[in-house]
């Protein structure tokens, strides 16, 4: 019997990533690492196949790191797929709400639940990820610990929910890249496709208006424009995008070739499927 692929995730079993994993591809063994870098890493070196990287969530915005790890790496985005977040308030058994002082779970968890977390008066604790933060509270065993994490994470570290449902608005949703150490473009043909890429424009006025212009003049559709800082002194931008349609198609061919024009840099970072999720919302 064939070992099954490897497929890299950030956290530990129980993780929305892990959800994400074993949702999209369900013959592959999840593999979780200790940070995002290091699941990149080990797709870079094959020790996985792919990588299931979170890159924004519906309620919480984009993942902190994502932006900057995604340009440096040499990975290319093959797919993305979008996981339901659904979150548990977890604690050890013995414990109840007004036990609880201490509420751990990665940033985007605590982010998701604000209001139950003012609600209860509880500190927030920002831990690594939302499965290891129950894990945390199962080796504490301490009745004034709990975490925000998936009802799986509970069953998997023996923990209690004391609440079910909690992020602050239904149809919380979290959106992952699906990353390969080798770039896999969609036949154009066989349905919408999508491309990201990042890009520098030259530091004077109107660069980034012109540089975008040929998208509107072809009648290409920007889903994703964010910038950050990338230096010191806080005059170099970097820009991801993400937008509808496949480099061969005519209308984006001429978007990227006015793009360069004004562009420093311009790296692809890859042309996926446009998940059905899109349009079925």
Known sequence: MSERQKIAFQGVPGAYSHLA??????????????????????????????GMIPIE?????????????????????IGEHFQPVRHALL?????????????????????????????LGVEPLDFGDTAGA?????????????????????????LQTLRTRIEDKLGNTTRFVIMSRRAVEPDPREGPSMTSIVFQVRSVPGALYKSLGGFATNMVNITKLESYIIDS?????????????????????????????????????????????????
């Open 134 to 158: 129950a894990r945390e509270a199962a080796e504490r065993n301490d009745p004034s610990f709990g975490a925000i994490a998936s009802e799986l994470a509970g069953e998997t570290y023996g």
């Open 233 to 281: 002194s806080f005059t170099v931008a970097q820009f991801y995008a993400e937008f509808d349609g496949h480099p061969s198609d005519p209308p984006v061919a001429n978007a990227l070739e006015e793009l360069q024009f004004f562009c420093t840099t311009m790296k692809k970072l890859g042309t996926y499927p446009k998940n059905s999720y899109r349009e079925d919302r």
């Open 91 to 119: 604690a050890p058994e013995g414990a109840t709400l007004d036990s609880l002082k201490v509420v751990a779970s990665h940033e985007q968890g605590l982010a998701q639940c604000r209001e139950l977390i003012r609600e």
């Open 57 to 77: 969530n519906t309620l919480g915005g984009r993942v902190a790191d994502i932006h900057h790890l995604l340009p440096e790496s040499s990975l290319y985005i």
């Open 21 to 50: 994993c074993t949702a999209a591809f369900p013959d592959m063994e999840p593999v979780g690492h200790d940070t995002f870098a290091q699941a990149f890493a080990a797709v870079e070196a094959g020790e996985a196949e792919l």
